[in-house]
């Protein structure tokens, strides 16, 4: 018996579930021809009743065709059999195959069910327990609208479906999900600037997981007891992941859609930004006062201030002129630091515009439907978009970035606006004189365009939850056209990944054996694979610094690791004490930059002394950890890890942490409580079961799956090591280059069984053939083991001192059975051992005396 053999199946829950939905009526599908497939199998599907063709046309003829992809990950395929419904090509987002297992081999199974009225289902099942099932619901397919419905437990532990600025823990019983990738300054749980189908469920202490690839809008709605995907076209493509850990699901994601990039060691340093530097000169003072301030800056960044009018790839020859700035960089490099530029997409329509000149003789732009260029309206004024279907658009873009990176040899590029948006709706520049400069249109109030209803493009039959006037509104207008044929309403969510994934191509070519960075304002599934993110325009506001903590565990869940929020708050003035507080935790973030606004007052970290030392004190114990979370940092690269875990990852069984957003782990080993309340100066943090131990003092918390009172003074943030782990690290310095060139630790955290473990991965930072090492540290019974294994990279410094937490009356060591000399610090319940000189490389035996 085929474990997909059809079975019949009542529904009497789920008609009255569905009941209130217009859609109840559809007649649903009815499958046949159910034929084995090497891995799987196909069936045809036909419309089980009259066409209902609620939000568009039913389409009669479908096929299903089911994957065992591997072990743990299931495909699940429902497409039009004509084939015209539009799929994302994998030259945009490419996904593994999988090699392809026997049903009898994975850990998911798969049973369709028909039932009346609903017609067929299909039920994906792990063990005797359906993580997700459409029985009961009608399947809906027409042109314009896919709606799938799935049963989940009442109360469902659900995590992802982004982008939105929203609790970690999605609200069960009332959360309408939009994607439809939007430049909105992080509106709570609106849609904002990429798209990511997927979510990851938690049940009973184990974990699975979801993944619709679609790039079309959709609402993706959580009501009690059901998860409902409305979709405004495409198919209905689905993959679904056994778990049954956190890491399993995000590992099977990831594996699908691309595990996340290598970025240069650098990248891992502390960055400063803002909107609004008037000159060159005065970043050169931005980058003096850090240093005055003794508060490490690895990166110095530019917005669009440096640009002639805002057009990209120019530099204002009065307040930026491109030799100070290359003096500039020149600087910046003799110190070991770096520099990133901001990149926009959009081009003024100028013909005296070299950028665009070409672009238009090598047709690489957007188009209306009447074959005109599509002209909206950004920075520089009225913009064309790269088309990036467009057959000449790599060698366009690879010419303009020549160029500039040829004068101007940044570090790393910063593609914003890249949703893309538009601050006009439709071509608004179409007709306009070449190089005119229009108003912004927010300073002219000009009252709403008329919307067109009879262009189902313009406005489908089903209105996602997309809070502008139409779908169109700051972006490129649904019915524009790509070099393709295909219309903006297809593939706006791609837009921002397209642009990020040719961006990476580019500087690959450039430099082959270099790691670029890049930071993507939209991202959608597969982004962490070609860029980094940050989380957009927060505000200066007590509960964006809380909600930062979800956005940032949220891109774990979606394959892009390397995230933070802007520090300090984008918008709006911060204050002293909210800017120490942000410092304190985006210190921790896996990109740590600080940002503002134009129009808000300066930020940077040493304008306050409070702030300044909250910041050295943060960036100390962050920089003294870098070797550790850059060996997490390579978890992610090769298995998909996130770096940043919220505490349910690690403790799925503790139920505090199934909802805590108020602290997160860095890898499975460090603990960040940070104070997210004005005035407060203690934190209530939870500590799951375990001994948990004082990153500065040492001294011991006992776990007990409930919070625990910590001390926070203004200046201070609670940093836990976890009892049974060993962590690498370094001794803190101004630059990741300094930093690099110390000696290495160990801070040894023993359990309450006396042993732990860890591990180390070390390469030079910034080639892609870099040989590497991976280490392993294990110890027990007053023993370390130094296992190196895989790689060649030699070390360059040695393994100097042990920090040993919970192991008391150490007099000495023995090194490979040879007593050797070193400094004892012996303090309560720790002891340091320091002046040791071992080679990092070799198997080491280190037994205590
Ligand atoms: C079913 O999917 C597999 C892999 O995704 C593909 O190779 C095959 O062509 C598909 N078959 C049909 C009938 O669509
Ligand atoms: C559901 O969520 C919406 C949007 O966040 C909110 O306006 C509404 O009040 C919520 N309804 C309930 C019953 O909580
Ligand atoms: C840098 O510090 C100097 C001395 O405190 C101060 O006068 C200047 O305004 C600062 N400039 C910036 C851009 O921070
Ligand atoms: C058009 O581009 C040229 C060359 O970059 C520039 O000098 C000119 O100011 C631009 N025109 C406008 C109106 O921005
Ligand atoms: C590519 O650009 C060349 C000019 O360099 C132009 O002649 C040609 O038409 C373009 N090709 C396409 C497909 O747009
Ligand atoms: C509205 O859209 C329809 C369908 O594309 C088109 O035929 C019509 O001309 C449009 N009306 C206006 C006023 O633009
Ligand atoms: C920020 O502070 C400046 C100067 O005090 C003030 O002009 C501006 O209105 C403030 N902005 C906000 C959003 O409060
Ligand atoms: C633990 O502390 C958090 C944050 O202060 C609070 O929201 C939560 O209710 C506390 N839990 C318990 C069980 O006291
Ligand atoms: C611990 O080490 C000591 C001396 O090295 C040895 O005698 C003893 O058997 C070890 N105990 C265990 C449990 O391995
Ligand atoms: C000392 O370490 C033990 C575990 O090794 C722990 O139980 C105890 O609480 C610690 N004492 C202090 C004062 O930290």
Known sequence: MHSWALTAALCALAVADCGARSTSGCPGYRASHVTDTPHGFHAALTLDGPACNVLGNDIPELTLNVTFDSSSRLHVHIEDLARAQYQIPDTVAPLDQGTGVDASSSGLRISLTHSSPGGLGFRVLRGGEAIFDTTGHPLVFEDQYIEITSHVPSGANIYGLGESPDWFRRDPANTTRTLWNRDAA?????????????????????????????????????????????????????????????????????????????????????????????????????????????????????????????????????????????????????????????????????????????????????????????????????????????????????????????????????????????????????????????????????????????????????????????????????????????????????????????????????????????????????????????????SATWRDLHMSIASVLDFGIFGIPMVGADICGFMGNTTMELCARWIELGAFYPFSRVHNTKDAEPQEIYRWSEVAEAGRRALAVRYALLPYIYTCYQDAVERGWPVARPLVFEFPATPAAVDNDRQLMLGDSILISPVLVEGARSVSALFPRGLWYDWYDHSAVVGANANVTLAAPLEHVNVHIRAGRIIPVQHPAMTTAELRRGDFELIIAVDESGGATGSLYLDDGETLDSPHQWLRFAYKNRSLWISPQSGCYAVPRPLAKLTLLGVPGVRGVVVNGVPVACAVDATGNSTVLSALRINLYDPTHISLL
């Open 186 to 538: 992080d509106p709570f749980r609106e849609n904002v600037y990429g798209s990511h189908a997927v979510y990851m469920e938690l049940r009973d202490g184990q974990f699975h997981g979801a993944y619709l690839h679609n790039s079309h809008g959709m609402d993706v709605v959580l009501s009690d007891g059901a998860i409902q995907y409305r979709v405004l076209g495409g198919t209905a493509d689905f993959y679904f992941f056994a778990g049954p850990s956190a890491l399993d699901v995000v590992g099977q994601y990831t594996e699908l859609v691309g595990r996340p990039s290598r970025i240069p060691f650098w990248a891992l340093g502390f960055h400063n930004c803002r909107w609004g530097y008037r000159s060159v000169g005065e970043v050169d003072q931005v980058i003096a006062n850090y240093s005055q301030a003794r508060i490490p800056l690895e990166a110095a960044w530019t917005d669009i201030d440096y640009m002639d009018g805002m057009r990209d790839f120019s530099f204002d020859a009065e307040a930026f002129p491109l030799a100070d700035m290359q003096r500039q960089l020149e600087r910046l490099h003799a110190h070991k630091q770096r520099m990133v530029l901001i990149v926009d997409p959009a081009i003024q329509a100028n013909r005296s515009y070299a950028p665009y000149a070409r672009g238009h003789e090598m047709d690489v732009f957007v188009k209306n439907a009447d074959g005109s260029e599509y002209v909206g309206q950004v920075w520089p004024g009225y913009t064309v978009f790269p088309d990036w279907f467009a057959s000449n658009v790599s060698r366009w873009w690879a010419g303009e970035l020549d160029r500039f990176l040829d004068a101007l040899p940044i570090d790393g590029m910063w593609l914003d606006m890249n949703e893309a948006s538009s601050f006009c709706t439709g071509s608004c520049g179409s007709g306009r004189p070449s190089g005119e400069v229009p108003g912004l249109p927010w300073l002219t109030e000009q009252p709403h365009r008329p919307i067109n209803r009879s262009n189902p493009l313009l406005a489908p039959p089903y209105a996602i939850h997309n809070p502008e006037a139409e779908i169109s509104d700051k972006t490129i207008e649904t019915t524009a056209i790509h070099a393709n044929g295909v219309a903006e309403y297809h593939v706006h969510n791609l837009y921002g990944i397209m642009e990020a994934r040719l961006t990476r191509e580019i500087l690959q070519w450039r430099q082959p054996n270099a790691r670029p960075f890049l930071l993507s304002r939209s991202t959608f599934a597969g982004s962490g694979a070609v860029a980094s993110h940050w989380t957009g325009d927060n």
